[in-house]
């Protein structure tokens, strides 16, 4: 069975950083992409961050230059570095992975930021 979780998660000022981290435990094959959703209360799921099997990464507007991803391939394990936070990156972040069968979602680590 696979499962995907995460931690890192947790209250922070504006302004500071936080470390989300993501493993992938379970028989899991041809993982295409992971990456980084967010929900925010009564908004809808968007994508912040995904990064390919081969590196190539993808941001959110409103997160570039202020977000990185990485991955541990060997580890099956997705990185979000959050610096320079904002009360707007307060939000559920989903981890998701995207195989050439189907995907699978974290159960989300709660981020806010506030002073």
């Known amino acids: 069975q696979v499962q995907l979780v995460e931690s890192g998660g947790g209250l922070v000022q504006p302004g500071g950083s936080l470390r989300l981290s993501c493993a992938v435990s379970?028989?899991?094959?041809?993982?295409?992409?992971m990456g980084w959703y967010r929900q925010a209360p009564g908004k809808q799921r968007e994508l912040v961050a995904a990064?390919?099997?081969?590196?190539?990464?993808n941001y959110a507007d409103s997160v570039k230059g202020r977000f990185t991803i990485s991955r541990d391939n060997a580890k099956n394990t997705v990185y979000l570095q959050m610096n320079s936070l904002k009360p707007e990156d307060t939000a559920v972040y989903y981890c998701?992975?995207?195989?050439?069968?189907?995907?699978?979602w974290g159960q989300g680590t709660q981020v806010t930021v506030s002073s």
């Open positions: 990064i390919t099997s081969g590196g190539s990464t």
């Open positions: 379970g028989s899991i094959f041809s993982i295409y992409s």
């Open positions: 998701k992975v995207l195989t050439t069968t189907r995907n699978y």
